[in-house]
């Protein structure tokens, strides 16, 4: 587990300073000093690196909202645990950048795609759906599609940050959600 462990401190390293793009799997052993085949003794390519990294990210980033989540007795309160799991993940150094660089990726890559596609990866429409749903008063309108809709906000916005956009803030992002999903929810 020793050899594993490096070579994923490596990528994550690597990922956070280069990107996941330009980061070789070459790259990955020789900063870790182990030969490249070490690297296929636990993953099969460098999409299933990644994607094993950015499940345990998420799966930190949730730990934080449990018990905020159990907490919330209303919609008010349970958009304020959402909004502040996205804004973990903005506040997560370079990792927001390789995330969505990750995603754009996966986007060319029907495999890599359909397995980011699962909520452990994402805030997904079908998680964001169960999160919400008990919260919610009069719903009308899909929580799945609203979740759709609050992801792709939230990537947006992150697409607007690393081009440098200062149009917008996080400010904006919280009440753009908060505003739209308590509309829906009330509609």
Known sequence: MET??????????????????STTISEITDHAGYAKGNFYRYWKSKDDLFLSIMEEKYQLYRARRVDSLDQASSM????????????????????AKVFLEFTIHAAGNDEVRSELNKSFYRLSSDLFAGIVEPHRENPTYPSKNLGGIVTALFEGFLIQILLGSTVIDKEDLRQAIRTLVLHIDHA
């Open 4 to 21: 594993h462990d490096e070579l994923r401190a490596s990528a994550v390293h690597l990922f956070g300073e280069k990107g996941f793009n």
């Open 76 to 95: 008010d309160d349970v958009i304020e645990v959402i909004i502040d799991f996205l804004e973990q993940i903005l506040d997560d150094g370079k990792w």
